[in-house]
């Protein structure tokens, strides 16, 4: 069986590239990619804001550049912190019942009921 310091070797000595696969949490969304060097903060690729990455593992590729990809969509604004939406849950309305799904009223109820009047 072959070691991985050994494959590591014949990987690069084939012109594959040591990268490591992030993961950037942002209030707009979370990212992934895989970037060669390792910073201490990224800019959002939406919004632009320095944001933190975690490291998820460490890989090959022979890719020039690899896109940051939206693995997960933002949470609703009143979740966000944002100071100017309310944070409290909507309240439910009552809508207000169609006549074609009411029930017709039955003989003997409060409204007398005549055919001819």
């Known amino acids: 069986m072959e070691s ?3 494959l590591r070797l014949g990987l690069l000595a ?26 201490d903060s990224y800019p959002c690729p939406r ?5 933190q990455a975690v490291p998820l593992a460490e890989g090959f590729t022979r ?4 896109p940051w990809e939206q693995v997960a969509w933002p949470l609703p604004a009143r979740y966000r ?23 017709p009223p039955r003989f003997g109820a409060e409204q007398p009921f005549a055919l001819w009047e």
Request: glycine share 12%; aromatic share 6%.
């Open 47 to 51: 919004c632009g804001k320095p944001s």
């Open 63 to 66: 890719r020039e550049q690899i």
């Open 81 to 103: 912190g944002d100071s100017d939406v309310d944070r409290r849950p909507r309240a439910r309305t009552r809508r207000s019942q169609d006549a074609r799904h009411t029930r």
């Open 4 to 6: 991985w310091d050994g």
């Open 14 to 39: 084939l012109g594959y590239r040591k990268i490591t696969y992030l993961q950037l949490g942002c209030a707009c969304g979370d990212f992934r990619s895989g970037v060669e060097q390792q910073q």
